[in-house]
């Protein structure tokens, strides 16, 4: 039998992967897919507990989260492309001037 | 038949998810991303969210990896990984700290901390009006206001993507 | 008649205010006339109050004249008041008659000088403060006089300010006498520690009438403390070197504050406060031996040097110590006596000198002068009436007043005081005189330009000549041994130490009369010995001098070079001071103190720079930081609550 | 009528009347500012003349709630150690902004920041709640710091900086003993109150005492400054502009002095009394190496730098001699140092605006160019030697009276500064204006024109006036010192003989007496 917590466990691996990808990769686009796949993760909890708790709420929410991701899609590509016609480069190990 | 198709499904997922974290060639990390969203929106299916499930597919596997896409080949990067690494040293601990933070979370779910009220919307009453009326119904009457935030978000996104990836003003 | 004393003040002031503030648009007869009349007026003003004092009968001739509360706070008073007794009247007199006549004296002087209005103005504010000087009726008043001599003595020397020597030597004079005026300012509050009071009245009758034995600890530090402010003020050893410097000012000033009134401020404090000195042995024994070795000293000095007025200055100093001398024996009388000569004549040589200065169009060394008797006759009949005064032949005031104090100090002190005296005196002779013969007669060594512009003074400067040498003449008869008119009218203020029984007429009835007319053919003989030897040496013989300078050269350069003294001082205070200063600035200051300031900020800064490397920049980096902050948050937050 | 908040907030109003004017019109704005510095002196000058001298008590008393969940009051009043300093600073201030005539860049923001300093300076002074003091003292601080950092010399960042942080690290301390005194006062009397007077009574043990003078002290040392604590001050002179460096000598040093005064003697009487040896040898360090330091100097605005840690050294000697001469003397002082270094700066400063060069070197023979101000400099030059008949004669004199009394060593030894002062002064004064003039440039300076005149003829009117006639100050100071000095003898007595029974708050209610100090204040307005 399928419990909610399988779900939760497989959100968990997935936000994880998620975690690390962010943590070790240096494309910036590629970062932006982990950070897409750790939405999906909890998006996946979100709707296990709603199914589990019969309720409509975790769905809702996760169609909101789906209208956010879509915005920061949007507006996070731009920034890639604008550092990227600046910089010729999508490495963030080459955009480091976040210490002043 | 359902715990196979889960235990089918999650193997898909997280395999692709660790291909996607590993892989060279970012448009082959954008199309194991997909793989992996196709293979939650199978899941969602399993739990009965038909209408989220379509949503995963259009939105996310549809519109926004495209949109990934386009840029990656917009921007021509090379297929090889970027030479320079200033943080070398952080990926172990950054592994560890994946293993760690996994650990942790698991601990968290075997606890009995989770713990959320059940609501009416059983599976027998979602399936008797239809998952999506259920949900169009919710979000023009109980989740109007947040809905057409969203709208207000989706449109300053829109300006906001233009205005930052517009050359000259 | 005395209740205008206050006016006596006000005039050089009104002089001084005029000169000084609108003294640039009037014209220079203008200012002339303003200065030289505001101080006749209050020359007039003060016979009138001495006049007035003299109608008193003499026991009550004290007039003290408050004019408002200057300084108070707790039981700390001091008034703004005027006291006229015997001794201040006779000051005021000199300060203002001298004073008067060498005003008088400088319109000729400074006739071509651009800064007239400017000279003016600062002779009256000098006259102003000497008077306020003497007049002043208590120590805190008195020292404001006192300070503010100096600075006018500051300005007056520095009044070619474009000389660096000028500019050096005033500067100096103020700091040397700042020293003094150091002992002089704790004296003060030492006597109102002592007194509860710093009013003359209050302190000497507390201190007659009060429970002080004589040489207490306390009177003696606080005479000594005093006794330091005027070794400043009138140049005695150690705090002489200033004065021969001060002659870079003009000349009448020379003779109106380095001769004849401000350097014998001293000699009037301690005059002044006679109580209190009577009444420490000790510190009288200082300050007659101060005394004495000073006259020696500087009549020593001056027997070599070779600049007109320096000698003079030298010749001040020296006989500055004689009127010490006769204070520190308890002849006060004497010393203020010869005060009053020392003043005409001493006045009368500086500004002959001033006359002969003038004539050479400015040249004051005698190496370059000689034979001028002819071409100046009034300047030097003039000068030899005060050559021969100083020198202390009969019947010239000179001779009067050193012989008291000759006689005092054998009678009172000791024979070796009468031997320093009678050496100085001896000195005294010959230096001037050689000045006289240097100058006036042999051959004439002066340079051709300057001989073409030789002139005689105009009247007004002559004129002040003959007034002073026929002082100089006159003056000794107020104090003829047997019928001192000075010595009784002094009295009052010297009076209650018992002292009218000896000095002056009774010292010679009390020791037996033949002791002191013994004393007078004795310095007379002195002093003419010693215009004999300068006779022999510079007139007859012109060429000894030389020879003697060879033959005991080291003697003669120790001379010359004043013994070295102030380069002692130099080596010994001045360089290490500014030595010291340098290390302080650069090495305690900067190095040390900011050194350290500069040094805590450095380690902050450098312990910041350790911590901001956690700012790499990388936003990888960050993300990474956040991870391992959700993982404690977790553990923190949730764990706490986990129930199996 | 609230005299003492019209005085002080009449600037902010000023302040407010510049910001809405056209930045481009700066002689409409300095003019503006001129006027309300000089409106806000003849409003300070009734203060004077209706000073009731006879009492000690605080006079032109305001008391409004402020914050009163903390006990904060709006509480102003003057007794007669604080009259002075504040029309020592209305005074200075309009002579400050008429010497930053050429001031250029900027002019708006620079007349702000001076009236805004002029409000914080005033309410420091008349402060009575402490809570307020403390906002006014930080307050005046940012303007301070502006002027030297935006309008100051080449450089202007690290003296700004140097003179902040040192500022703040006295405060800080500052802050502390102050919310201990709040919280020691809480329970003492179970009243949450900053008012200055309450604390007056407040019945500290020894150990307290101790710790908490060490705290005030230390900001306040640092502010006067005494010797080891003063190398901020040579650095913020010489970068700060002229008026910057005016009122920086003027009034701001002066908050040290007056901070003894006010706090640290009445609050800590029995501390006081432990530290006057320390205080002591730190003043008469600062007096003799201030003059030596002083001396060597090749900045005239260094010379004057060090000079006023010389000065300020008697200030403290006097302070600390514990009795009424000495601290009259030191409250005059304050004025004279505050009036002749005042004047100094300016004269450096017309010097400055002339020549564009401070150092010594590059002067010499000035009298003969400019000989009605080589009048004025020789005055101030001889006000802060200490001439008899000049103001800073009074003040010396009577600090070192004090002082001898209590104890001669330190007299002594203190004395000698002022040969010390005549040697650094007059040496400068000499290398500046007299001598030949040796650099071409000097040769075509002009005297000082009708601006300058009008700047330093009231300066020169009150050293004249203090040292003639010191009476119309003096006595206006009498009741109020002779109450300190009864308070700082009492309490110490009080406190040493209740020193050692002390059980709980109730007994130190018995044994200090309640007594209204201040009647109710009165709020109409």
């Known amino acids: 039998m399928i419990t909610v917590t399988h779900y939760l466990v497989l959100s968990a691996i997935l936000f994880t992967l998620g975690v690390v990808g962010v943590l070790v990769r240096r494309n910036a686009i590629i970062i932006f897919m982990c950070i897409e796949l750790m939405l999906n993760a909890v998006n996946l909890s979100f709707v296990a507990f709603a199914h589990y708790l019969n309720s409509m709420q975790g769905q809702l929410f996760v169609f909101f989260t789906m209208t956010v991701a879509a915005a920061e899609a949007a507006v996070g590509l731009a920034i890639i492309v604008a550092v990227f016609r600046n910089k010729e480069t999508v490495n963030i190990d080459d955009i480091n001037i976040m210490k002043w | 038949m359902e715990a196979y198709l889960f235990y089918i499904m999650a193997a898909v997922a997280v395999a692709s998810g660790v291909y996607l974290i590993f892989e060279k060639n970012p448009v082959f990390s954008a199309l194991y991303l997909i793989q992996t969203m196709v293979s939650i929106a199978v899941l969602y299916i399993l739990l009965e969210a038909q209408f989220i499930a379509a949503v995963q597919i259009i939105v996310y596997a549809g519109a926004i990896m495209v949109l990934f896409l386009f840029v990656i080949m917009l921007l021509n990067l090379d297929i090889k990984e970027e030479a320079k690494n200033a943080l070398p040293f952080q990926r172990i601990p950054a592994v560890l700290m994946g293993i760690a933070f996994f650990t942790v979370i698991c601990i968290v779910l075997r606890s009995k901390l989770l713990q959320g009220k059940h609501g009416e919307y059983t599976t027998a009453y979602i399936n008797s009006i239809g998952n999506t009326k259920l949900i169009g119904n919710l979000l023009f009457t109980d989740y109007l206001l947040p809905f057409e935030i969203t709208s207000i978000l989706l449109f300053v996104a829109a300006i906001g993507a233009i205005m930052l990836a517009k050359r000259k003003l | ?113 651009k800064g007239y209005h400017r000279y003016f103005c600062y002779l009256n504010l000098f006259t102003f403060s000497m008077l306020l000087l003497v007049l002043g009726n208590n120590f805190l008043l008195m020292f404001i006089g006192w300070e503010a001599v100096g600075l006018c003595s500051y300005l007056l020397i520095g009044f070619w300010f474009e000389k660096k020597s000028a500019s050096n030597a005033a500067k100096k004079a103020f700091v040397v006498n700042r020293v003094g005026d150091f002992g002089f300012a704790l004296g003060i509050m030492l006597v109102f520690l002592t007194f509860h009071s710093i009013d ?31 070794t400043g003020k009138s140049a005695q050893i150690p705090l002489y070197t200033w004065l021969p410097d001060a002659m870079e000012g003009p000349t009448p000033v020379s003779a109106l504050i380095h001769a004849a009134t401000m350097v014998t401020a001293g ?216 019928a001192s008119v000075i010595n009784s009218f002094l009295a009052p203020v010297f009076g209650g130490h018992g002292h009218t029984e000896v000095s002056g007429a009774e010292a010679g009835v009390h020791h037996s009369a033949w002791l002191s007319s013994l004393m007078m053919v004795v310095s007379t003989a002195i002093a003419l010995a010693g215009i004999f030897l300068a006779y022999q040496m510079y007139s007859k013989k012109p060429e000894l001098p030389g020879k003697l300078a060879e033959r005991f050269r080291v003697i003669y350069k120790l001379l010359l070079n004043k013994y070295y003294v102030d380069e002692i001082y130099d080596a010994l205070f001045v360089n290490p001071i500014k030595k010291i200063s340098v290390q302080l600035w650069k090495r305690v200051d900067a190095g040390m103190i900011d050194g350290s300031v500069n040094g805590i900020a450095r380690l902050v800064g450098g312990f910041s720079n350790i911590l901001r490397l956690l700012q790499t920049g990388y936003v990888r980096n960050y993300a990474f930081y956040i991870v391992v902050g959700c993982i404690f948050i977790i553990i923190f937050a949730v764990l706490g609550k986990v129930k199996f | 009528m609230p005299i003492l908040s019209l005085i002080t907030f009449l600037p902010i109003v000023g302040v407010f009347f510049i910001l809405s004017m056209d930045s481009k019109r700066s002689e409409l704005i300095r003019v503006t500012a001129l006027l309300v510095s000089i409106v806000v002196f003849f409003i300070s000058l009734p203060l004077y003349f209706t000073f009731d001298a006879h009492t000690y008590e605080m006079q032109f008393v305001e008391k409004l709630q402020w914050i009163p969940s903390f006990g904060v009051h709006y509480h102003v009043g003057i007794d007669g150690i604080s009259l002075f300093l504040i029309l020592l600073t209305t005074f200075i201030t309009p002579i400050s902004i008429l010497a ?162 006010r706090f640290c003697l009445p609050l800590f009487p029995e501390a006081s009394h432990t530290f006057i040896p320390v205080i002591s040898w730190m003043a008469i360090v600062g007096i003799i190496y201030g003059g030596l330091v002083s001396m060597v100097q090749d900045d005239l605005k260094k010379l004057v730098a060090y000079s006023s840690v010389s000065h300020l050294g008697f200030v403290m000697l006097g302070i600390f001699a514990f009795n009424i001469q000495g601290i009259e003397g030191g409250i005059t002082q304050m004025i004279n140092h505050g009036l002749s270094t005042g004047a100094l700066f300016l004269i450096v400063g017309m010097l400055y605006e002339r020549r564009h060069t401070r150092m010594i070197a590059d002067f010499g023979g000035l009298t003969k160019q400019l ?35 209590s104890r001669i060593l330190y007299a002594s030894i203190a004395t000698s500064g002022i040969i010390l002062a005549a040697v650094y002064m007059l040496w400068m004064f000499q290398r500046v204006m007299f001598q030949e003039i040796t650099h071409e440039e000097n040769k075509t300076l002009k005297d000082i024109n009708k601006r300058e005149f009008a700047i330093l ?69």
């Open chain 3, 1 to 113: 008649m005395l209740n205008l004393v206050g006016l006596i003040l006000l005039f050089p002031l009104i002089g001084t205010a005029i000169n000084g503030l609108i003294g640039k648009r009037l014209r220079k007869e203008t200012v002339g006339y303003v200065a030289c009349g505001s101080i006749g007026l209050s020359f007039f003003i003060s016979v009138l109050v001495f006049c007035g004092l003299l109608l008193l009968p003499p026991g009550e001739r004290l007039f003290e004249k408050q004019l408002f509360s200057w300084i108070e706070s707790g039981s700390f008073k001091s008034t703004a008041g005027l006291q006229v007794d015997p001794l201040s009247s006779l000051m005021i007199l000199i300060v203002t008659g001298v004073g008067f006549l060498i005003h008088i004296y400088s319109i000729g002087y400074m006739h071509e000088d």
């Open chain 3, 200 to 230: 003359f009245t209050e302190v000497f009758s507390a201190a007659s009438h009060g429970n002080f034995e004589a040489g207490s600890f306390t009177v003696t530090i606080i005479t000594l403390l005093m006794f330091m402010g005027a």
């Open chain 3, 267 to 482: 000699v009037y404090m301690i005059a002044r406060c006679n109580v209190l000195y009577m009444l420490s042995p000790f510190t009288m024994t200082v300050v007659a031996s101060v005394g004495a070795v000073t006259a020696l000293f500087a009549a020593s000095i001056g027997l070599v040097q070779n600049d007109i007025k320096r000698v003079l200055a030298y010749s001040t100093i020296s006989q500055l110590g004689y009127m010490f001398l006769a204070c520190g024996v308890g002849a006060f009388t004497a010393g203020v006596f010869h005060l009053m000569t020392h003043a005409f004549f001493k006045a009368l040589l500086f500004l002959g000198s001033g006359s002969v200065i003038h004539a050479l169009s400015g040249e004051q060394d005698m190496r370059k002068m000689g034979g001028l008797r002819n071409h100046i006759p009034v300047t030097y009949k003039t000068f030899l009436v005060g050559a021969v005064a100083i020198a202390g032949i009969p019947p010239f005031a000179g001779f009067f007043s050193k012989d008291e104090i000759l006689l005092e100090s054998l009678v009172r002190g000791n024979l070796l005081y009468w031997i320093v005296g009678a050496v100085a005196a001896f000195l005294t002779a010959f230096y001037m005189f050689r000045l006289l013969f240097m100058t006036f007669h042999g051959v004439s060594r002066v340079e051709h330009h300057a001989m073409e512009h030789l002139h005689e003074s105009p009247g007004n400067m002559t004129l002040p000549l003959t007034v002073l040498a026929a002082l100089s003449f006159f003056g000794g008869f107020l104090g003829i041994p047997g």
């Open chain 4, 100 to 261: 930053s005539w050429h001031i250029t860049k900027n002019v708006k923001e620079y007349m702000v920041a001076m009236l805004v300093l002029e409000t914080g300076m005033v309410g420091v002074f008349i402060s009575l709640d402490v809570f307020l003091f403390y906002v006014f003292w930080e307050l005046m601080l940012i303007p301070m710091y502006l002027l030297i950092g935006i309008w100051g010399g080449p450089r202007r960042i690290y003296a700004a900086v140097k003179f902040f942080i040192y500022t703040m690290a006295g405060s800080v301390f500052m802050l502390l003993a102050i919310i201990a005194l709040y919280f020691l006062n809480h329970r003492a009397t179970g009243e949450y109150t900053f008012n200055l007077l309450e604390f007056y009574r407040l019945d500290l043990s020894f150990a307290v005492q101790f710790w908490l003078f060490l705290a005030f002290a230390f900001a306040f040392a640092i502010k006067v400054p005494m010797f080891p604590f003063h190398t901020w001050l040579p650095d913020a002179h010489v970068e700060a502009p002229t008026a910057g460096s005016v009122i920086l000598a003027g009034v701001l040093l002066k908050m040290g002095t007056y901070g003894f005064v």
């Open chain 4, 371 to 405: 000989p009605v101000f080589a009048t004025f400099f020789l005055i101030v030059t001889l006000s802060s030697i200490g001439l008899p008949g000049l103001n800073g004669f009074v003040g010396e004199f009577l600090i070192l009276v004090g002082t001898f009394k």
């Open chain 4, 457 to 525: 003829i009231p300066i020169m009117l009150t050293i004249f006036w203090i040292g003639i006639y010191p009476n119309s100050f003096l006595r206006k100071m009498d009741a109020s010192v002779n109450h300190l000095l009864k308070q700082v003898g009492e309490k110490a007595n009080v406190a040493s003989r209740v020193h050692k029974p002390k059980k709980s708050g109730q007994l130190q209610k018995n044994v200090i007496p309640k007594i209204d100090i201040v009647p109710e204040c009165r709020t109409e307005w």
